[in-house]
């Protein structure tokens, strides 16, 4: 399906990280962006944990698309608790939004998932499509918080009737806004880098994801979820080596897996191996990387920040 012409949209996180550079993805292809969130730079300042707030905010208005980029995380998480207001916001936050989407009389619906959501573990060589199973119960309890969380965002977007819902399974973030964090830590040497013998992640630079957004709003078909990564997988370790080397940063730290576990919810991560294909999304929402690899998004991003 593709919807060209422009639409009034309604963006849930437009202040976030990610948020912003959906606003502008957006606006440059033409849409009028309307923020929803809890500050007061918001068109539509609401809280999604609360309902009844919610709806009153957005009664009388009218959006065509909604997007779901709201998140409760400031910081990267450390522990499996750091995890536990976004899991709320995944189930609770999700239904109420997906309520108001229909009271402003939104017939589409695009929500932020994660590749996460395939499972926590090591996947080997094997490369994952958006066939392959979504939530599977967790290996624990805490991982069956996190992975309900997922799986009742993506079965509410695309269950609900009378809502064209799309989901876009991101990889982990980096970019504007988001890896600049990391270099006061780097330059202290206050951010150890894990042992991750041959683990790979998918990666995806924020403002490509955010391109992936836009193409999701006009192109993406009902029903349907979408990988969004960029073409080189790789670790945690190899990932903070890359950041330190482009900002002329000093090497991080070296340390064993096992040293993390206390960090339950981040050793879990940096335990985890996964390709995933991005063919689906190529192929559907006529969307590429513009960055194939972390290097050459933070060779971009270093470029940027000493103009």
């Not at 206050?190 to 042992?195: D, G, S, V």
Request: aromatic share 6%; with cysteine.
């Amino acid at each position: 399906m593709t919807t060209n012409q422009h639409q009034n949209i309604l963006l849930a996180g437009a202040s976030g990280v990610l948020g912003r550079h959906i606003d502008r993805a957006l606006t440059d292809a033409g849409h009028k962006v309307t923020g929803l969130g809890r500050s007061e730079g918001n068109g539509v300042q609401a809280d999604l944990m609360d309902r009844d707030a919610l709806l009153r905010a957005v009664d009388g208005r009218h959006f065509d698309t909604v997007v779901h980029a709201a998140t409760a995380l400031r910081k990267p998480p450390m522990g499996h608790r750091d995890m536990y207001a976004t899991d709320a916001l995944r189930t609770e936050g999700t239904a109420h939004l997906i309520e108001a989407a229909l009271a402003t009389g939104a017939r589409r619906f695009v929500t932020e998932s994660m590749v996460f959501g395939y499972g926590y573990g090591d996947f080997g060589d094997r490369t994952i499509t958006e066939d392959d199973e979504f939530g599977p119960r967790g290996a624990d309890p805490q991982l069956e918080r996190h992975l309900a969380g997922m799986r009742a965002k993506e079965q509410l977007t695309f269950g609900t009737p009378g809502l064209e819902g799309v989901a876009l399974r991101f990889g982990l973030f980096y970019g504007p806004g988001g890896t600049e964090a990391l270099l006061p830590m780097l330059r202290k040497r206050q951010l150890p880098a894990p042992a991750d013998r041959g683990r790979v992640l998918p990666w995806v630079e924020l403002t490509d994801a955010a391109r992936a957004v836009a193409a999701a709003v006009e192109h993406g078909r009902p029903g349907q979820a979408y990988n969004v990564a960029d073409r080189t997988p790789m670790g945690f370790r190899a990932h903070l080596l890359c950041v330190a080397e482009e900002f002329g940063l000093p090497k991080p730290l070296s340390v064993p897996l096992w040293l993390t576990r206390p960090m339950a919810y981040a050793h879990t991560m940096f335990s985890s191996s996964m390709r995933v294909s991005v063919e689906k999304a190529e192929r559907e929402l006529g969307w590429t990387p513009a960055y194939p690899s972390t290097r050459e998004g933070l060779a971009a991003l270093r470029a940027a920040t000493t103009r």
